[in-house]
């Protein structure tokens, strides 16, 4: 098969990283994505900034002094550590990603690096990550944090902020070493084992100070993973553009990562949620390439999710209660997408999420190089019939699908089809 470069080249260096292995069967991760813009969510002054989210004070060129100030008035008396990591578990996410810093350079958490923290510079003055990683360790979901590890426009020296911060006096390296690295270092000290750290926007370093940077914070935890962003190919797993799936699959540890709406941090007026629907075929779609989804939810400045956040990431976790054979600790389908749907697939199992029902109920398999030993729809006990001859196999449907949304098929064969084990390398 063909590939562009783009998609081929290897996730990380280290494939035998002890990370990897819960990682690639996770499949499904929780993004978070709060800070003081979800507080202001998408407004400043009297302007409204769509699509703006954590991207807001660098669209509105907020002042930094005066976006600091926002902090006064942050309290999200509404967080409950608990609840979300409940709702994280009756979704069926696998990872919980949070930022611990966005752009905006607001830290929270507890951070004595700096007083421009939840803690220091809030009414709140709690530590909601304190609270949260301690919940998801508790219902067993691998805890992560995001960290805008170049990009910070509070501080003179960090990436980004040229509105207030002349570009030609800033010493990056100075931002690294006075606050990046001390923080990377309190959140990987503080909050117990880490699942991995999620980098973003590389810049400021060259390979071998990134390298060294990274040496420092592996000695802390050398089970956590680093996200690719960390950059100059330095990562343990590859994480694509944002809200963007490869074409084809794709071997090694990789993540897709999407918004539930149309941003990443909270905004009022932003109602186009993907329906339950599209998340269980966005999330079929990926797995079938080999990667992970992770699906961000934008919660408010009171720490609140959206209503329809927690409705439909519950409704795709009973999804996921019948079907999640097919999605956790898969790889890729042994045939490229079909009219009616993807595949996933384990040793001696191909999974066929049916999106669409085909015409006449045939459902049409490719090209199987490998006897067909039975057909059934993943929480049905009744087995389907099929004819195979050396151009496809196909599959008799019954009139009507548990879930027009997604139904899933498991196709047992033996035989040669191919070495799934070597394909997940
Ligand atoms: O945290 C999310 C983004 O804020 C972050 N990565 C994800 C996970 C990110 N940082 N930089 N970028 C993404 C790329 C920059 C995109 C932009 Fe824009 C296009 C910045 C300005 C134009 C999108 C549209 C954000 C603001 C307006």
Same mark, same amino acid.
């Given at each position: 098969?063909? $590939?562009?470069?783009?998609?081929?080249?290897?996730?990380?260096? #280290?494939?035998?990283?002890?990370?990897?292995?819960?990682?690639?069967?996770?499949?499904?991760?929780? +993004? *978070?994505?709060?800070?003081?813009?979800?507080?202001?969510?998408?407004?400043?002054?009297?302007?409204?900034?769509?699509?703006?989210?954590?991207?807001?004070? #660098?669209?509105?060129?907020?002042?930094?002094?005066?976006?600091?100030?926002?902090?006064?008035? +942050? =309290?999200?008396?509404?967080? #409950?550590?608990?609840?979300?990591?409940?709702?994280?578990?009756?979704?069926?996410?696998?990872?919980?990603?949070?930022?611990?810093?966005?752009?905006?350079?607001?830290?929270?958490?507890?951070?004595? %690096?700096?007083?421009?923290?939840? %803690?220091?510079?809030?009414?709140?003055?709690?530590?909601? $990550?304190?609270?949260?990683?301690?919940?998801?360790?508790?219902?067993? *979901?691998?805890?992560?944090?995001?960290?805008?590890?170049?990009?910070?426009?509070?501080?003179?020296? @960090?990436?980004? =902020?040229?509105?207030?911060?002349?570009?030609?006096?800033?010493?990056?390296?100075?931002?690294?070493?006075?606050?990046?690295v001390p923080q990377l270092k309190e959140l990987l000290t503080n909050y117990g084992p880490l699942g991995l750290v999620?980098?973003?926007?590389?810049?400021?370093?060259?390979?071998?100070?990134?390298?060294?940077?990274?040496?420092?914070?592996? *000695?802390?935890?050398?089970?956590?993973?680093f996200s690719s962003r960390v950059g100059h190919n330095l990562g343990d797993y590859r994480d694509f553009g944002d809200?963007? %799936?490869?074409?084809?699959?794709?071997? @090694?540890?990789?993540?897709?990562?999407?918004?539930?709406?149309?941003?990443?941090?909270?905004?009022?007026?932003?109602?186009? +949620?993907?329906?339950?629907?599209?998340?269980?075929?966005?999330?079929? #779609?990926?797995?079938?390439?080999?990667? =992970?989804? &992770?699906?961000?939810?934008?919660?408010?400045?009171?720490?609140?999710?959206?209503?329809?956040?927690?409705?439909?990431?519950?409704?795709?976790?009973?999804?996921?209660?019948?079907?999640?054979?097919s999605i956790y600790g898969t790889t890729y389908g042994l045939i490229p997408a079909q009219p009616w749907g993807v595949?996933?697939?384990?040793?001696?199992?191909?999974?066929?999420?049916?999106?669409?029902?085909?015409?006449?109920?045939?459902?049409?398999?490719?090209?199987?190089?490998?006897?067909?030993?039975?057909?059934?729809?993943?929480?049905?006990?009744?087995?389907?019939?099929?004819?195979?001859?050396?151009?496809?196999?196909?599959?008799?449907?019954?009139?009507?699908?548990?879930?027009?949304?997604?139904? %899933?098929?498991? &196709?047992?064969?033996?035989?040669?089809?191919?070495?799934?084990?070597?394909?997940?390398?």
């Amino acid at each position: 098969q063909d $590939m562009p470069d783009m998609w081929t080249k290897a996730a990380g260096n #280290n494939t035998t990283h002890p990370g990897l292995k819960w990682f690639r069967d996770a499949k499904f991760g929780l +993004f *978070i994505h709060w800070g003081l813009y979800s507080k202001l969510g998408g407004r400043w002054k009297d302007s409204s900034y769509y699509g703006s989210g954590e991207w807001l004070m #660098n669209r509105a060129k907020a002042p930094a002094g005066e976006y600091a100030a926002v902090a006064k008035t +942050f =309290n999200p008396q509404g967080f #409950n550590a608990e609840e979300w990591a409940q709702t994280a578990r009756d979704a069926g996410v696998r990872y919980l990603v949070i930022t611990a810093k966005h752009h905006e350079g607001f830290s929270m958490y507890d951070s004595k %690096v700096t007083d421009f923290d939840i %803690v220091d510079a809030s009414p709140y003055g709690k530590d909601p $990550m304190k609270a949260l990683s301690r919940a998801c360790r508790e219902k067993g *979901i691998p805890f992560g944090f995001y960290y805008s590890q170049f990009l910070d426009w509070h501080e003179p020296d @960090g990436g980004g =902020n040229t509105w207030d911060f002349p570009k030609d006096k800033k010493d990056y390296q100075q931002y690294y070493r006075s606050k990046s690295v001390p923080q990377l270092k309190e959140l990987l000290t503080n909050y117990g084992p880490l699942g991995l750290v999620w980098f973003d926007m590389p810049g400021g370093l060259t390979p071998e100070q990134t390298r060294q940077m990274i040496d420092s914070l592996r *000695i802390l935890q050398p089970s956590c993973l680093f996200s690719s962003r960390v950059g100059h190919n330095l990562g343990d797993y590859r994480d694509f553009g944002d809200s963007e %799936v490869p074409p084809v699959p794709i071997p @090694g540890a990789w993540e897709s990562i999407y918004t539930h709406n149309d941003s990443w941090g909270y905004i009022e007026h932003d109602l186009n +949620f993907k329906s339950p629907g599209e998340i269980i075929r966005l999330l079929s #779609n990926v797995a079938s390439k080999g990667g =992970n989804l &992770m699906l961000n939810v934008g919660p408010d400045g009171n720490g609140k999710w959206p209503a329809y956040s927690i409705a439909y990431l519950k409704a795709t976790g009973r999804w996921l209660d019948i079907y999640g054979e097919s999605i956790y600790g898969t790889t890729y389908g042994l045939i490229p997408a079909q009219p009616w749907g993807v595949t996933t697939s384990k040793p001696g199992k191909l999974y066929l999420h049916v999106w669409e029902m085909p015409t006449g109920r045939q459902l049409r398999v490719p090209g199987i190089n490998a006897r067909v030993k039975s057909v059934k729809i993943l929480g049905s006990r009744q087995p389907l019939t099929w004819k195979q001859s050396t151009a496809a196999t196909t599959i008799q449907l019954p009139v009507t699908l548990p879930d027009t949304r997604n139904t %899933v098929l498991v &196709m047992e064969y033996s035989g040669t089809q191919q070495d799934l084990s070597q394909l997940r390398t």
